[in-house]
């Protein structure tokens, strides 16, 4: 039933959708799935292999859901085949919530309460509508010293009491009213003290419909009404419900629906009903709204950041070329480390940027000095409140030269630096080195570099600290782990905190890993992984092909091609009259292949054939290498530089629900708002037309130089 519900879902086959399932529990990764079970799945992706893993996850919540509800029936001994059949056929938990709420176990309610005065008689009297006195009259009969119920007002009210609940608990109601007050409500905003200033003034005095609610504006609003500065309702066609609800509830007694209603019912029913919603229902409904929005917010806040943060470690790495990392201290020494292509420190030192002029030609003399002598091709500086004074002083020093410099977000370097796989990687460096260290490095690679940090303290998403700790991390963990297996690590250099996303390891054997290199030197081929602590057969099987060993004398240890392929590997290359050593000559032509022959020939599905002549052809293929690097700017400016009209080059830093900031070359990054991205075509999400990373050309429309805000527009390259 799962299975056949996901593959209607999905728009898959039942059997792609079992054996997705099947290779999750037999404990193989996702990464290892899509690379090396193409046969079995169908040559499913990445994103379907991970709805299929997550759908499956509620699925089987909600069937879970169910269970439980049909034992607490049975236990209550009011389940039945009708039951059952509307259990069975619910889509999702809130619809098996309002069908379980009539029979949940309740506290002492006031219709408890009446029911234990022996009102529930009359109760039913008033539904049935068929009484030909007034209501007074029979409620009289209910009158009892020993139940309490003392007088007729009493009775009725009891009575009252429990038809509101008879009303509210029934299932057929609320999904519509749901469904009313979504589409028709709205959302108001009010501020509870008007002489407090807060960020949050913009929603003072706001109201919007619920539908077109935006996700920032809900989060904005989730925060500032648990902050103390917002009052939040819903407001909702309320009329229109408890019409609904009244024509459920009373019996139209003609024939031609001309409205003929009991006359000494009708009023009390309709009471009963307004108190039923007012009292029950809405409080409930709101919630239930508040609930969906917030959870769509946050669903939509966790997509975008983890498109942000994918686009981010994807950015181009800047290879073979040396780069001086600037650590920037405001108040006492910055520190600089000199790295190599290669990821090897060549020299660390300090410079002073405070004091008399003299001393600040002391620092640019002494700087220069060290990008001659170590053929320094970048400075990579990192962000700080006042890098606009070291921006000066950098482009001062490279003025005349080829040496470029960017800015570089440090954010999580220092938590990394004193962290102890910081201490492990860089033992004989004091903590404020290693964050230049980082910095040079994460400009040469940024993925290698921003593995090691908390994802959520980079800075790429939207109030990720409103969303839930452990859904949040489990989303961008699946990001990181996607990024690192689909560029590959090299098992030579590797840091722990990389090689724990590779496929089949974790934190143990990536300890493994390094301890090996240590005691054995470096890796030369893939098979030596099996000597490794931890890695037997089924672990090597998960990660092998993810893992390079660039000193290996098979070149196929450097591709992506799973040593289990390299047998029929050797044979396709044969068969096409080339020999290993003629993958990298860039001459391999497949052109004319049959695949369907030559599948069928080296019994090997069409579509792992596929992968891997795509590997053969394009061997050292990095997918970084087709996205953009980080700008390098040789000339500082400032905002005060600025004039509307401007065009310039950007690079994105984050993209949002109501647009995406750029940086410019200043210290305070441009907002392009989405309403001028699209060139006058109506765009449903910024990140629909860019990523971080991208560069971008943009104008200047509006600067505010008081507020250091800049407005951007989007040309066309």
Same mark, same amino acid.
């Given at each position: ?230 009052? !939040?309702? @819903?407001?909702?066609?309320? #009329?229109?419900?408890? +019409?609904?609800?009244?024509?459920? /509830?009373?019996? %139209?007694?003609? &024939? ?119 053929? !320094?091709? @970048?400075?990579?500086?990192? #962000?700080?409140?006042? +890098?606009?004074?070291?921006?000066? /002083?950098?482009? %001062?020093?490279? &003025? ?318």
């Amino acid at each position: 039933m799962i299975v056949n519900a996901l593959s209607e879902k999905l728009n898959l086959f039942d059997w792609q959708v079992k054996e997705v399932i099947s290779l999750i529990s037999q404990g193989y990764s996702i990464p290892y799935i899509v690379r090396y079970k193409k046969k079995e799945t169908g040559s499913l992706n990445d994103e379907t292999v991970r709805k299929v893993i997550g759908d499956f996850k509620n699925l089987k919540t909600l069937e879970k859901r169910k269970k439980e509800v049909i034992k607490s029936l049975k236990e209550q001994d009011k389940f039945s085949d009708e039951l059952n059949k509307i259990i069975n056929n619910a889509k999702n938990l809130e619809t098996v919530e309002d069908i379980y709420r009539p029979f949940s176990p309740k506290n002492r309610t006031m219709g408890v309460i009446a029911k234990e005065k022996g009102l529930e008689g009359l109760a039913k009297i008033i539904l049935e509508q068929k009484i030909n006195s007034p209501i007074s009259d029979v409620a009289k009969e209910y009158l009892s010293d020993e139940n309490g119920v003392n007088t007729v007002e009493e009775a009725i009210s009891g009575s009252k009491d429990i038809i509101a609940e008879i009303i509210s608990d029934n299932p057929q109601f609320r999904p519509l009213i749901r469904k009313i007050s979504y589409e028709d409500g709205e959302i108001i905003v009010k501020v509870s003290n008007k002489n407090e200033e807060s960020s949050y003034e913009m929603y003072y005095e706001h109201k919007e419909k619920l539908v077109s609610m935006a996700n920032h504006r809900i989060l904005a609003i989730n925060r500032g009404e648990e902050e103390g500065f917002l009052k !939040v309702k @819903i407001q909702v066609p309320e #009329s229109e419900i408890t +019409s609904y609800l009244n024509r459920h /509830i009373l019996i %139209d007694n003609s &024939k031609d629906h001309s409205e003929n209603y009991n006359k000494f019912t009708k009023e009390l029913l309709e009471e009963t009903v307004l108190r039923a919603y007012r009292d029950l229902i809405a409080p409930s409904i709101e919630k239930d709204i508040r609930d969906h929005l917030s959870k769509k917010a946050i669903n939509g806040a966790i997509k975008v950041f983890s498109k942000n943060l994918e686009s981010l470690l994807m950015q181009g790495p800047i290879r073979d070329k040396i780069v001086l990392g600037w650590n920037p201290s405001p108040y006492s020494t910055s520190k600089l480390a000199i790295v190599d292509g290669t990821g090897e420190v060549l020299a660390t030192d300090n410079v002073f940027t405070i004091g008399s002029q003299n001393q600040i030609d002391e620092t640019k003399n002494k700087i220069l000095d060290l990008i001659n002598k170590y053929n !320094v091709d @970048i400075i990579a500086l990192g #962000s700080v409140s006042d +890098s606009k004074r070291f921006e000066t /002083i950098i482009a %001062d020093i490279i &003025k005349g030269t080829n040496v470029k410099y960017a800015i570089v977000n440090q954010a999580g370097a220092s938590d990394y630096s004193r962290s102890i796989f910081g201490v492990m990687e860089l033992p004989n460096f004091e903590n404020d080195y290693r964050v230049a260290i980082s910095i040079a490095k994460r400009l040469q690679d940024p993925l290698v570099e921003l593995v090691k940090v908390d994802p959520k303290s980079i800075g790429v998403g939207q109030y990720q600290h409103d969303i839930d700790e452990k859904y949040l991390s489990e989303s961008l963990k699946n990001v990181i782990e996607k990024v690192v297996n689909d560029v590959g690590v090299d098992v030579n250099s590797a840091s722990i905190p990389l090689l724990v996303y590779v496929s089949g390891l974790d934190s143990a054997i990536a300890t493994n890993i390094l301890k090996y290199r240590e005691e054995n030197g470096v890796f030369t081929n893939r098979k030596e992984l099996l000597k490794v602590e931890g890695i037997d057969a089924n672990v090597f099987e998960q990660c092998a092909g993810f893992l390079k060993v660039f000193t290996s004398d098979n070149l196929l240890d450097i591709t992506r091609i799973h040593p289990k392929y390299y047998d029929v590997t050797y044979k396709i290359l044969e068969e096409l009259n080339y020999k290993l050593g003629d993958i990298f000559s860039g001459n391999l032509s497949f052109g004319n292949l049959n695949l369907e022959k030559l599948a069928k020939k080296f019994d090997i599905d069409k579509g792992t054939l596929m992968y891997i002549i795509i590997q053969l052809k394009y061997p050292l293929k990095d997918p970084r290498d087709q996205k953009s690097q980080a700008i390098l700017r040789s000339h500082t400016l400032s905002i005060e530089n600025l004039k509307e009209g401007m065009i310039l080059d950007g690079s994105v830093r984050n993209v949002v629900d109501f647009g995406a900031f750029i940086d410019i070359g200043v210290y305070h990054d441009g907002l392009i708002h989405i309403s001028h991205m699209g060139h006058g075509k109506f765009v449903n999400h910024p990140s629909d037309i860019v990523n971080v990373g991208d560069i971008v050309k943009v104008q200047i429309i509006e600067l505010d130089l008081d507020r250091n805000r800049i407005q951007l527009t989007m040309l066309d390259d």
